[in-house]
């Protein structure tokens, strides 16, 4: 099929980590993306990573690709309350025009 | 990158009646998409729009319900037709990016209510 699956809530405390899971269909995607939607906002590109890596780290986030098993995860150190929003793993397939295929969101609800 | 803008960003319509919500890129791009978001779920593409040529509509949306105009490379519009409350719904434009990693571009979205 063509589902990419999260699950649609985490609660964490501040200053916890929080780990957002996804796994995704298609072995041949090229980039898969996490994007963050903040109430009353469309999306916005938080991270990505390309097909041949395993892990990419930028500040508090660290993306994790386990491609053998379809698996990527993002986890959020330290997090704060304004980290509270929806976030949409996601990704890109080529082959009969480039399409995006988002999963259903995860809402981070931080607790203070 | 991109910044888009979408009017109106909330309107209350009563059934029946037609809305034409506006999605306006900074800069040219090719592809440009119009999504539907229920509240607290996830987004459904509604179609994709591309300049000089008849927009494509994923399974479930049809022309005449919710038609597309794509005039040039930085406007589109998608008109809410006929409205029931089923439609009630954040609608989303957005576009693709040119370059690596080709992320997608969202505009605000555009908050419907029908009664």
């Known amino acids: 099929g063509e589902d990419v699956e999260q699950s649609l809530f985490l609660s964490v405390r501040e200053g916890d980590s929080s780990v957002i899971n996804c796994t995704y269909t298609d072995s041949s995607s090229t980039y898969l993306y996490w994007y963050k939607q903040e109430p009353g906002a469309g999306l916005q590109l938080l991270t990505y990573?390309?097909?041949?890596?395993d892990m990419k780290q930028d500040q508090r986030l660290t993306v994790l690709l386990n491609k053998k098993d379809k698996h990527l995860s993002l986890r959020i150190a330290d997090t704060q309350t304004g980290d509270s929003a929806i976030y949409f793993c996601a990704e890109s397939r080529l082959g009969g025009g480039f399409k995006t295929i988002f999963g259903a969101g995860t809402r981070l609800f931080v607790k203070a | 990158s991109a910044v888009i803008s979408q009017k109106p960003s909330r309107d209350i319509c009563q059934r029946g009646t037609s809305l034409t919500i506006q999605c306006q890129v900074d800069s040219q791009v090719t592809m440009m998409f119009w999504y539907r978001q229920q509240p607290g779920q996830s987004l459904t593409l509604i179609a994709t729009a591309n300049q000089g040529s008849e927009a494509t509509y994923e399974s479930g949306f049809v022309i005449d319900k919710f038609p597309i105009s794509r005039p040039n490379l930085t406007f589109s519009t998608l008109t809410v037709s006929n409205m029931s409350p089923e439609d009630s719904s954040i609608y989303l434009c957005s576009a693709d990016g040119r370059d690596p990693p080709y992320e997608q571009y969202f505009g605000p979205g555009t908050r419907l209510t029908v009664t």
């Open positions: 990573i390309f097909s041949n890596m």
